[in-house]
């Protein structure tokens, strides 16, 4: 029993002077996760099972169980249709804004003159248009596109689709803008995920007759696939964060209501959680996918 003890104090001394000094330095970052992220999450999982009043002894909790999250399904009409409004819109977005950044990455990452200024030109929205900036020129209407009131298209769709569908396509079109703005990060991902393939392949395949057509979906795309997946995660996590989100505006107003407060808001917050670690999934799983043939993702 001594030589067991012995030997496992051996190997946690071993462990210690292997991986001691990373853990000294992760140390400051365990202790800010704990205490800005994982107690925060623990405790908003905790208010969505129950009903929290504010008094003046501080905050009083009323346990409810599944009450909140059945309130907010059955009886609030509102934050479901507004929850599958936005998610609707979000699913058609992200697949425009990646389509967008993938080509112009694509002709970015080409030789010819001034080709660090238009680099930079594409990634300055990143830099002003965040936060309040973003919400300011939104408000001063920065945001909307002129030709949709020249061309009425407000009433060229309503007459060739229904009602939501209308909604959802000028929901779109009013946040077009967002696709260039919200597209700086995704083409530097692309670019830098174009230089990774060598271009000893391209020359190769040229060689052997192939068009770039054909190189494009043979070589190009394939290795692009897991820059895809990386970008479509940012994107999703990127929209869904939007100073401008319906879903994100209802909790914050059902939060400080006196008719549901912090429980009945934790339960609505949790839900959309939920809906984006699904989608987040679902997107890495596809990328797995697609690239474990290929031996891209290890």
């Known amino acids: 029993m001594s030589g067991k003890t012995s030997r496992r104090r051996q190997l946690l001394q071993f462990r210690w002077k292997e991986y001691g000094m990373g853990y000294l330095f992760m140390l400051p970052w365990m202790i800010g996760f704990v205490a800005f992220v994982a107690f925060p999450i623990g405790w908003s999982l905790w208010n969505s099972f129950n009903q929290v009043f504010i008094t003046s002894e501080g905050f009083k909790y009323t346990w409810v169980g599944l009450s909140n999250f059945r309130r907010m399904l059955v009886e609030n009409n509102a934050y479901p249709i507004i929850l599958i409004t936005y998610l609707q819109e979000v699913l058609l977005i992200i697949p425009l804004i990646l389509i967008f950044s993938f080509f112009v990455s694509l002709l970015l990452n080409e030789k010819f003159p001034g080709r660090g200024w238009m680099r930079a030109l594409f990634f300055l929205p990143v830099i002003f248009a965040t936060g309040q900036v973003i919400m300011e020129l939104f408000v001063q209407g920065a945001g909307e596109l002129p030709f949709m009131e020249q061309y009425n298209l407000d009433v060229i769709l309503r007459q060739y ?30 670019i830098a995920g174009f230089q990774t393939i060598p271009k000893t392949v391209y020359e190769a395949v040229r060689v052997d007759g ?7 979906w043979k070589i190009t795309f394939p290795g692009m696939l897991p820059f ?21 505006e209802i909790v914050r107003n059902n939060m400080f209501s006196p008719t549901t407060g912090y429980g009945y808001a934790s339960a609505m917050a949790w839900l959309y959680f939920a809906i984006v670690l699904v989608l987040l999934g679902i997107t890495l799983w596809l990328t797995y996918r697609a690239t474990k043939g290929r031996g891209e993702l290890r």
């Open 228 to 248: 895809i997946g990386l970008n479509a995660v940012y994107t999703i996590v990127d929209l869904f964060t939007f100073p401008f989100n319906p879903v994100l």
């Open 161 to 190: 689709f229904n009602e939501s569908t209308a909604n959802m396509l000028l929901g779109i079109l009013g946040k077009a803008v967002i696709i260039l703005w919200y597209s700086g990060v995704q083409i530097l991902i692309f």
């Open 210 to 216: 192939a068009s770039p057509w054909e190189s494009f």
